[in-house]
C-alpha cells in the first residue's frame, strides 16, 4: 500500500516563499504522476501542477512563473516551490501520485494548509 506524508505548509505574508514536499512509501512500486491540487474554502479541489517521472511539467495559468514543481525519483519525494504568494493562493494543498504496485494505484496526501495573509 502506498502511502503519501505531506510537509511544508504554514502562515506566509503576501509576496512570500514556501516549498512544500510530498514523499511517498510503501513496498515494491513505482510512481508514474506525481502531483499538487489545492482546494480553498467552498471551492473544488484544482489542479496546480504535475511532473511526470521524466520530468514533464504542467501548471495551472495562475500559478505559472511563481510556482516550481521538482521531484526526485531516488526518494520518491515531489516538491512545490512557491514564491510570489498571493492571499489567492491560500488553500488545502494535496499531493497526488500514480503509478504501479502490485496493480495500478492512484493516492493523495492528507493535505497541507497554506495562508497567505495580505
Known amino acids: 500500500q502506498v502511502q503519501l506524508v505531506e510537509s511544508g505548509g504554514g502562515l506566509v505574508q503576501a509576496g512570500g516563499s514556501l516549498r512544500l514536499s510530498c514523499a511517498a512509501s510503501g513496498s515494491s512500486f513505482s510512481v508514474n504522476v506525481m502531483g499538487w491540487y489545492r482546494q480553498a474554502p467552498g471551492k473544488q479541489r484544482d489542479l496546480v501542477a504535475t511532473?511526470?517521472?521524466?520530468?514533464?511539467?504542467k501548471y495551472t495559468d495562475s500559478v505559472k512563473g511563481r510556482f516550481t514543481i521538482s521531484r526526485d525519483n531516488a526518494k520518491n519525494t515531489v516538491y512545490l516551490q512557491m514564491n510570489s504568494l498571493k492571499p489567492e493562493d491560500t488553500a488545502v494543498y494535496y499531493c497526488n501520485a500514480n503509478g504501479v504496485s502490485y496493480s495500478y494505484f492512484e493516492v493523495w496526501g492528507q493535505g497541507t494548509l497554506v495562508t497567505v495573509s495580505s
Open positions: 511532473i511526470t517521472r521524466g520530468g514533464s511539467t
